[in-house]
């Protein structure tokens, strides 16, 4: 975002006696504000298209000067502002893993290194198979800014472990989202439940699956 504001060009216009309200400045829709790593501060408005061009008007604040820029230019500015932060949250990769615990509401799920292979709650599973289950856990995501403060209750906790140590995640459900936050960190993010109820359903059909695949060998 910041290299797009950077590169951005513009046509200066000539005012006469019109009034921001007629630029769609007076009040407007997007101000996108940039700050350098000296501290200082430059904020952006998006006024209205130009009727031919494909142009916008924008103003800095702080400048009479009203400008025209290409509207392309400015689509990635007008967007969300949840549109550019980064939504990964944990990053389960199998190589660096040797524990995982997670507990949601009344389920508890325990996958440990076994050697080569994997063990979900006392059960094996293939190397194929926990990927697959990273996979889904890498899945989860935040769904929008951060939030100020978690909600009462702790319906969650996920404990990642690996060579170098451990992190941990707990959560509480508020209507419908969970807000997670990592221990000893700032942010608290909002989680779709549906994610991690797909996630305890993935392991559960692993494990079906590797019990079938069993059950079959010992038939033949």
Do not use: C
């Not at 604040?61 to 509207?71: F, K, L, P, Q, R």
């Not at 990964?88 to 292979?117: F, H, N, P, Y």
């Amino acid at each position: 975002m910041a290299s797009s504001m950077a590169s951005l060009t513009g046509k200066r216009i000539e005012q006469s006696d019109q009034a921001l309200a007629d630029f769609g400045l007076e009040d407007p829709s997007t101000a996108v504000t940039l700050r350098l790593s000296d501290g200082q501060t430059y904020t952006l408005s998006l006024g209205d298209e130009t009727p031919v061009d494909n142009m916008r008007y924008v103003q800095v604040e702080g400048v009479s000067a009203i400008y025209t820029v290409d509207a392309f230019a400015l689509e990635e500015l007008s967007q969300p502002a949840d549109t550019f932060m980064d939504r990964t949250l944990w990053s389960v990769e199998e190589d660096d893993v040797t524990s995982i615990a997670l507990t949601w509401g009344d389920e508890e799920i325990q996958i440990a290194r076994d050697g080569d292979e994997w063990k979900v709650n006392g059960k094996q599973l293939s190397t194929e198979q926990a990927g697959a289950i990273f996979s889904q856990m890498n899945a989860v995501t935040a769904q929008g800014l951060p939030v100020e403060a978690m909600p009462d209750g702790s319906d969650f906790q996920l404990t990642i472990e690996t060579e170098e140590g451990a992190e941990t995640w707990t959560g509480a459900r508020k209507e419908d989202r969970l807000f997670v936050q990592k221990e000893g960190g700032e942010w608290i993010y909002p989680v779709v439940p549906a994610d991690i109820d797909q996630l305890i359903e993935d392991v559960h059909s692993v494990r079906e699956q590797k019990e079938g695949e069993r059950e079959g060998k010992d038939h033949d």
